[in-house]
């Protein structure tokens, strides 16, 4: 996939856009430049949602992406006033949901986590651990199963104060996950 002049790059296929859409990236980016250029990003997914029949997700989906794609927003930035920026990393293990929740917690973190300390603040048993990170932000990872009968792993720190610390820490957390998944199938 190719990216635009302001440097994004679609996370999904215009194929895929389409088929569930019923348009291409282009054909978005025509339709929302005529008439979502003075919109907030909550007011533009409603319309999406309200008014194009789309689901939430992808009414975040074309929302976010349009705005990446016009440069009113940076890739992983939040869609909110405090301009933060959102690292996330995922990764599938062959292990029950209630593994790597325990692996959350200390001493089990301290093995194969970025350099820092997790408070867990809160969650569900065997579906999410969320918490403050002491680097900066806060972590909500949540657990499932996907087709395949894995536990998947979706990690997102939140938070985050610039474009650079952003690409830092989804490089330490692809990388941690990595290290669960080797600790935990081992």
């Known amino acids: 996939m190719e990216s635009n002049e302001q ?7 215009d194929e895929a856009v389409a088929r569930a859409t019923g348009k291409t990236w282009g054909e978005w980016r025509a339709d929302l430049d005529g008439w979502a250029i003075g919109l907030d990003h909550t007011t533009l997914a409603r319309r999406l949602r309200e008014e194009h029949g789309l689901s939430g997700w992808w009414a975040q ?33 062959a292990v029950e949901p209630e593994a790597v929740e325990a692996a959350f917690e200390l001493p089990d973190f301290a093995e194969w986590a970025p350099e820092g300390l997790f408070t867990r603040t ?18 909500s990872v949540w657990l499932g199963r996907n087709a395949a009968g894995k536990t998947q792993i979706s990690l997102s720190h ?15 957390w692809r990388a941690a996950l990595a290290r669960l998944k080797d600790r935990l199938e081992g």
């Open 7 to 13: 440097g994004w790059t679609p996370t999904v296929s």
């Open 61 to 93: 989906m074309v929302s976010g992406s349009w705005e990446m794609m016009t440069g009113r927003r940076d890739p992983h930035q939040r869609a909110c006033a405090d301009g933060k920026y959102q690292a996330s990393a995922s990764k599938a293990v």
């Open 122 to 139: 809160s969650g569900t048993p065997g579906k999410s651990v969320n918490g403050t990170w002491s680097e900066g932000g806060r972590l």
């Open 158 to 172: 939140e938070g985050v104060a610039d474009a650079d610390k952003c690409e830092h820490w989804k490089r330490e």
